[in-house]
């Protein structure tokens, strides 16, 4: 059973960072991908970056482009999502989500993806 667990949100000024970790269980990471993706009250979810194991290919959405870097760990199993110079626009509640056999080059769609955490949620103070 997939499971994921996220962490690391928190309540930061704007300007700061924060890093939000993803650790992952009960699957193979190298037939995976690990999207992030950010629910701000009374908007839809939508997908901010993405990671595939495989070849480590990478995307982020136009918004957090040169702001956030995902990375991995895969020893640890975690995925990681940097967020620098962070705006009170990030204030969202984060989540990271697993699918097998996707690709990351155009972005994580959130209806593709069958396995989620349950969520960290993100403060930006201006």
């Known amino acids: 059973e997939v499971q994921l667990v996220e962490s690391g949100g928190g309540l930061v000024q704007a300007g700061g960072s924060l890093r939000l970790s993803c650790a992952a269980s009960?699957?193979?990471?190298?037939?995976?991908?690990i999207g992030w993706f950010r629910q701000a009250p009374g908007k839809e979810r939508e997908g901010v970056s993405c990671?595939?194991?495989?070849?480590?290919?990478?995307f982020y959405a136009d918004s957090v482009k040169g702001r956030f870097t995902i990375s991995s760990d895969n020893a640890k199993k975690t995925v990681y999502l940097q967020m620098n110079r962070l705006k009170p626009e990030d204030t969202a509640v984060y989540y990271c989500a697993a699918e097998q056999h996707y690709y990351c080059t155009y972005g994580p769609a959130k209806n593709d993806f069958r396995s989620w955490g349950r969520g960290t949620q993100v403060t930006v103070s201006s």
């Open positions: 009960g699957f193979t990471f190298d037939d995976y991908a």
């Open positions: 990671i595939n194991f495989s070849d480590g290919r990478t």
